[in-house]
C-alpha cells in the first residue's frame, strides 16, 4: 500500500478565500482521485487527476471552483476556491488500484 | 451507472454481540471489485478487503468475514463478538475494471458498540 501524506490536516478558512490542499505520496502513480466528504456523508469524488492531463471532474463539480494541479506522478493539489460555508468538508485525495488508499484528509471549515 | 446501497445507517449492539452490515450493489460490469472501509472517529479511511467479482470465496480475517453473493449482488459484512473498538463508520465500495476505474461508496453504516 501507499504512504499518503496531505497537508493541512485541517484549517478554518474565511469565505471568499481559497485553500489549496497538497497532497504527496510515496511511490509514482498514474491515477490520484480527490474526493469530499461532507459532514455525515458518505465520500463523492471530485475529480480523477492523471499527470500530464486535465483532470477529469465529475457532475456537480467544476474547474473553476476545484482547480487541480497535477505536476509529476507523486504529487496533486486541490484548490478549493472562493470558498462558501457549504465548503465544509473533509477533502481526501486518494490512490492505488484496485483497492483504494486515502489519505489523513484535510478537514476544512469555512466560516 | 455503479450504485452501492447501504441500508442501515445506523446500528447500537451490546459488546460481545454479532453484528452483520448489509450490501447490495448494482452495476453493468462483469468484472468489478467490492470493498469494505472502515472511518474510525478520527476519521481516517481504513481498507478492510477486497473482493473480486470472479471470485466468491467468503473470506474470515479474525472476528471479521465477509459473504459474497453475486446472486442477490450482495457483499455482507460480520463482526463476531464485537468489541467498542469497533465502533466506527463502515463503508462499502464498488470499483469497476474499465479504464475510469471509479470508486463508488455506499452511505456508510454508523456502528455504535456499546460496552
Known amino acids: 500500500s501507499a504512504v499518503i501524506s496531505q497537508k493541512p490536516s485541517r484549517d478554518i478558512c474565511q469565505r471568499g478565500t481559497s485553500l489549496t490542499i497538497q497532497c504527496q505520496v510515496d511511490?509514482?502513480?498514474?491515477?490520484m482521485f480527490w474526493y469530499r466528504q461532507q459532514p455525515g456523508q458518505s465520500l463523492t469524488l471530485i475529480a480523477t487527476a492523471n499527470q500530464g492531463s486535465e483532470a477529469t471532474y465529475e457532475s456537480g463539480f467544476v474547474i473553476d471552483k476545484f482547480p487541480i494541479s497535477r505536476p509529476n506522478l507523486t504529487f496533486s493539489t486541490l484548490t478549493v476556491s472562493n470558498m462558501s460555508p457549504e465548503d465544509s468538508s473533509i477533502y481526501l485525495c486518494s490512490v492505488g488500484l484496485p483497492e483504494a488508499f486515502f489519505g489523513q484528509g484535510t478537514r476544512l471549515t469555512v466560516v | 451507472a455503479q450504485k452501492v446501497t447501504q441500508a442501515q445507517t445506523e446500528i447500537s449492539v451490546v459488546e460481545k454481540e454479532d453484528v452483520t452490515l448489509d450490501c447490495v450493489y448494482e452495476t453493468r460490469d462483469t468484472t468489478y471489485y467490492l470493498f469494505w472501509y472502515k472511518q474510525p472517529p478520527s476519521g481516517e479511511l481504513v481498507f478492510l478487503i477486497r473482493r473480486n467479482s470472479f471470485d466468491e470465496q467468503n473470506e474470515i480475517s479474525g472476528r471479521y468475514s465477509w459473504n459474497f453473493q453475486k446472486s442477490t449482488s450482495s457483499f455482507n459484512f460480520t463482526i463476531t463478538a464485537s468489541q467498542v473498538v469497533d465502533s466506527a463508520v463502515y463503508f462499502c465500495?464498488?470499483?469497476?475494471?474499465?479504464?475510469?476505474?471509479?470508486?463508488?461508496f455506499g452511505i456508510g453504516t454508523k456502528l455504535q458498540v456499546i460496552p
Open positions: 511511490s509514482q502513480v498514474t491515477m
Open positions: 465500495a464498488l470499483r469497476d475494471s474499465g479504464g475510469y476505474q471509479k470508486v463508488t
